[in-house]
């Protein structure tokens, strides 16, 4: 019998559920997170932004400045020097992303304090000191020049692919200096207002979307130039110094001053593009990344999750619908999709993670044809071994045929050979009359069972009563009874109203009746009990036959199936009864119940309901495939 289409649901569902909860249980590891951010870093790669002119430019302390100043001991001076030619160019703002906690030598701290005394839409740095956690400012004669004290830290992760935008120490919480710089430079030192939303930071006419959870800006990193040069423009202090006409260069930018000396910069980072960048060209970067307006946004996990759901059902239709090559195409179609998402969401400034949705569709496409595939297998191999029953089944019936045809063959032969007298002629007769009866029996219920399986037949409404079709069962088997000196006890035997097909009922209770024989042992007792309950009765037949495990139990009603038990008895049958009986029995709105034990016995119950006459119905199709 083919398998169950509730089980198969049922089965195929909880692979589809598993893929699922399995790709999103990964998704959130923090392998996953590994894997999802080189996959950023291939696609910023691969998608790197259309180049735009900088709006900022690096004052750079770099190896000759360094030389120059002998290390940082007369930086002061030299940055006094800088910031003093920058004046009269009037950049946008100025970020200094140099320690200044300390006090130097009182003449050079004296100069860069007249210095930054003219520097416009100054910007300070303050240091993040952990445990307990708290700024180490700028010295308070520097800082009370400063429009703004912004934070220098960027993502600590291997990879720098985000800025915090905040950050907080004890109650204080301090900007980024590239923001800071970025809003003094839109709306100025007067309207300071940054305006907050749960989901963006609004300076002015730019909406930076992050979240008041994390305010983390993916920095959209200029591509470097073909010799890996960056496309942040960088001037050397100590040349700006020495000519003072390169301070044009810094006229209306954004300028931001750090070390990028390789001897010197602390704080040299890995960016996306697999290159190192000191961390003021990274505070440049930021900038840009707004300046520019050139924002990512993550997807929601509501977006990730609905998404890999979406592949996870659509695997599912692919394989309960289609099968074969197919199903396999569009199998590899949704696989093409899932890898591909994260790659159209990019090219949108929108961050997909790529393992959660590609799991999902390996997961779910995979289970979901291996199961259909070991599905379909099982169907075929239970097909083929029905195919064999039946013909096992056909093959029994013929060889019952005989015995009737041999008698009528006989008979027959002797009639027309033999010049034989009345009485055993009539004998004769009489014997093929009944002999070709019994075989048009035989094909009659062979073909009634036949059409009955294929829901061909209508079933019959009329009224009839329990205890003539006992009665008349009883008959029956009761030669086969005493053969095996079995004894047909009937305990109860209530008067019960039924509405039926009256012949196929006797079927039924035969079949159980002489199963109970069959497989009993000789000198045992069958019971038979009839007890009317209501609108219920209950039709039990007992015996203290071989009986059977919970295993068998399950597959009785099979079609063809048989017990090892039952076929090494040395008793015929073809495993085409109990089904045939469960029918039946359904279709006068009852059903079976067995209770058995191995080698004690077994009790077939048939409960039906009381009669009332409807129209014949059509018998619907029987056997599920
Ligand atoms: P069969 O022609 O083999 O008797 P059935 O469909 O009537 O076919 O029964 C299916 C199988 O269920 C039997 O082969 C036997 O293994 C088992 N079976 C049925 N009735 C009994 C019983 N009373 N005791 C033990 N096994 C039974």
């Given amino acids: 019998m083919a398998q169950r289409p509730g089980r198969v649901t049922l089965g195929y569902l909880c692979v589809l559920a598993v893929s699922f909860a399995a790709a999103m249980t990964a998704g959130w590891t923090p392998l996953a997170r590994g894997i999802d951010g080189s996959a950023y870093d291939w696609m910023f790669q691969l998608q790197p932004p259309q180049p735009w002119e900088p709006g900022s430019i690096i004052l750079a302390i770099d190896e000759a400045t360094l030389t120059q100043t002998g290390g940082t001991r007369h930086l002061r001076r030299e940055l006094a020097k800088g910031m003093k030619r920058l004046i009269s160019v009037r950049p946008k703002a100025v970020a200094i992303d140099v320690i200044l906690t300390d006090e130097a030598d009182p003449a050079e701290d004296t100069a860069l304090e007249t210095a930054f005394r003219g520097t416009p839409n100054l910007v300070l740095p303050s240091d993040l000191i952990p445990s307990p956690s708290r700024w180490e400012d700028p010295l308070p004669r520097f800082r009370k020049y400063a429009a703004a004290v912004g934070h220098v ?67 959209r990193y200029l591509q470097p130039l073909p010799g890996g040069a960056s496309r942040i423009p960088a001037v050397s202090l100590t040349q700006l110094n020495q000519d003072a006409s390169l301070a044009e260069r810094f006229r209306g930018k954004a300028v931001f001053v750090g070390e990028t000396a390789l001897s010197q910069a602390r704080d040299r980072l890995m960016t996306p593009y697999q290159q190192t960048m000191t961390g003021v060209e990274i505070h440049a970067q930021a900038y840009e990344t707004m300046a520019h307006g050139q924002f990512f946004q993550p997807a929601s996990n509501l977006t990730v999750a609905g998404f890999c759901l979406a592949i996870t059902i659509a ?38 993670p790529y393992l959660a949705p590609v ?47 041999t008698a009528i063959q006989g008979s027959s032969e002797m009639m027309g050979r ?18 070709s009866k019994r075989l048009a029996r035989m094909i009659q219920t062979f073909l009634d069972i036949e059409r009955l399986t294929d829901g061909q037949s209508e079933i019959r409404a009329e009224p009839f009563e ?37 012949e196929l009922m006797e079927y039924a209770v035969y079949n159980l009746l002489t199963n109970a024989i069959k497989y009993s042992p000789p000198e045992t007792i069958v019971t038979i009990r009839a007890l009317g309950h209501g609108q219920t009765l209950r039709l039990s037949i007992v015996d203290n036959g071989i009986g059977m495990d919970d295993k068998e139990l399950r597959n009785i009603f099979k079609k063809f199936y048989r017990t090892k038990k039952a076929e090494t008895s040395g008793e015929v049958g073809t495993g085409i009864g109990l ?47």
């Fill in 466 to 502: 329990l205890q003539q079709v006992i009665e008349a069962c009883l008959q029956r088997a009761q030669p086969l009874a005493e053969r095996k000196q079995i004894e047909l006890r009937v305990e109860e035997l209530d008067t019960f109203p039924l509405v039926g097909d009256r």
């Fill in 359 to 405: 799991l999902a569709a390996w997961l779910s496409v995979v289970g979901a044809a291996a199961w259909m595939y070991f599905v379909v297998r099982r169907q075929l191999y239970q097909s083929e071994s029905d195919k064999a029953r039946y013909q096992q089944a056909i093959h029994f019936v013929t060889h019952e045929m005989r015995s009737p045809l």
């Fill in 315 to 352: 695997a599912g239709f692919v394989f309960f619908y289609f099968t074969g090559w197919p199903a396999y195409l569009l199998g590899a179609v949704l696989l093409a999709v899932a890898h591909a998402a994260p790659h159209i969401a990019f090219s949108r400034n929108v961050i997909f």
């Fill in 153 to 219: 830290h960027a993502d600590p992760d291997p990879i720098c692919r985000t800025l915090v935008l905040y950050k907080v120490a004890g109650h204080d919480r301090r900007w980024a200096l590239s923001l800071e710089a970025f809003r003094l430079s839109v709306l100025g030192p007067e309207s300071a207002l940054i305006v907050e939303s749960p989901k963006a930071l609004q300076i002015g006419s730019t909406t930076i979307p992050v979240s008041r959870a994390d305010a983390a800006l993916q920095i």
């Fill in 418 to 435: 033999y010049n034989l007298n009345d009485e055993k002629r009539k004998q004769m007769a009489q014997m093929i009359n009944s002999e």
């Fill in 579 to 625: 089904s045939i009986v469960e029918q039946i029995v359904q279709h006068h709105g009852g059903r079976m119940e067995v209770t058995s034990t191995p080698g004690k016995g077994s009790c077939f119950t048939m409960v039906l309901p009381r009669g009332t006459v409807t129209q014949p119905a059509p018998v619907p199709k029987l056997v599920s495939n």
